[in-house]
């Protein structure tokens, strides 16, 4: 028998606390699909957070929503949504080394974040089992059954979730406001677990409430220092405090993209470039065997840091000083004599992270 007209089950079937997930054949299309119901009526309520949250999506690191069907069986009107089918196994506590693999997960999942935030959402239930690996490597978010719309109708009056990945404020007596902080806490404590050393015993009990100071120092030794204390941070109990996940995802990029940059400036035919392995150039621009202005530039494996200045440069009008960083496409101007200038362009090839 075809559900809806267009899908044949297989069979397979993954029942979690709420749902059943059953594994279908879209017969229109020949692909494979999930079909995903809850099991008690009065859980409609969640099944339509899901669909609303996921039609506003669309991101390579969340699961797709494909169709919304509904069909009747012994008496009874059965709801589904039809998600895209991910061949892969969620992530696991204790996964991952401390090295770029690690760090290359963690870049996927705060995407995905980044986008479901940047869409209104509040996931709200952010943990490994509901983060999945397709036999490719991509990462993507699942389960949308606690997402609400910020603005709209992001407050409960009961904590649920599972208690290491709830934020602080999900916790509190009565009718509470959340915002999309309350995922950047979670992601916090996903890093944290994803590490082999697994989920901290801290994150289990939460007593005290408060984060240990030297939560991620001592538990992600070798990770990078910036990354480390941006995490620590996601995890203070004041919503407000915390970064956004633009921030941790910025922060984890330049970790990702370090040494591999490059640029070029030309002066007076003479080309300086400056990458990994040739880290300084100093453009001098000299008449009559006198120097009238020279740029010393530093590549730091992140930026063109200037580190000292001879007469007056400017990078698009606005003069240089010891300390500037120079933007990632400029005109210089170098002062000659008087009011002349000699102008060259600056160019930085500006690598992105891409899964």
């Given at each position: 028998m075809l559900i809806a007209g267009r899908y044949e089950a297989t069979g397979a079937m993954n029942a979690g606390g709420m749902s059943e997930a059953h594994q279908c054949l879209d017969v229109r299309l020949k692909r494979t699909v999930i079909l995903k119901t809850l099991r008690k009526e009065q859980e409609r309520r969640r099944l339509?957070?899901?669909?609303?949250?996921?039609?506003?999506?669309?991101?390579?690191?969340?699961?797709?929503?494909l169709d919304i069907v509904s069909f009747e069986h012994a008496g009874n009107e059965i709801r589904c949504l039809v998600l895209e089918y991910i061949e892969g196994v969620d992530l696991a506590e204790g996964q991952f080394s401390i090295g770029e693999e690690y760090l290359q997960v963690l870049w996927q999942i705060a995407k995905g974040l980044k986008e479901i935030h940047e869409a209104g959402i509040v996931h709200r239930d952010i943990k490994p089992d509901n983060l999945r690996r397709d036999k490719e490597g991509l990462i993507k978010i699942i389960d949308f059954g606690l997402s609400r719309e910020v603005g709209i109708d992001n407050h409960t009056h009961a904590a649920m979730g599972y208690l290491p990945y709830m934020a602080p404020e999900l916790l509190k007596n009565g009718p509470v406001e959340f915002s999309t902080a309350a995922d950047v806490y979670a992601y916090a404590v996903v890093a944290l677990a994803l590490s082999s050393n697994g989920l901290p015993i801290w994150c289990r009990a939460r007593r005290p409430m408060d984060a240990p100071a030297d939560m991620c120092v001592s538990h992600l030794a070798g990770l990078d220092p910036v990354v480390v204390a941006q995490l620590q941070q996601c995890l203070l109990t004041n919503p407000e405090e915390r970064p956004t996940i633009d921030e941790v995802l910025h922060s984890i990029e330049r970790v990702l993209l370090r040494d591999r940059h490059r640029a070029r400036i030309v002066t007076a035919g003479v080309v300086n470039e400056l990458h990994s392995k040739k880290r300084t150039a100093t453009p001098t621009i000299s008449t009559g065997g006198t120097v009238r202005s020279q740029l010393a530039v530093e590549y730091d494996g992140n930026d063109f840091m200037v580190r000292s200045v001879i007469g007056n440069v400017y990078a698009n009008n606005r003069i240089l000083k010891a300390g500037s960083k120079l933007p990632p496409s400029c005109v210089l101007a170098f002062n000659t004599t008087g009011n002349n200038y000699y102008f060259a362009t600056f160019d930085i090839s500006n690598p992105e992270y891409m899964v």
């Open positions: 339509a957070d899901e669909q609303k949250a996921l039609l506003k999506m669309r991101s390579s690191h969340v699961v797709q929503l």
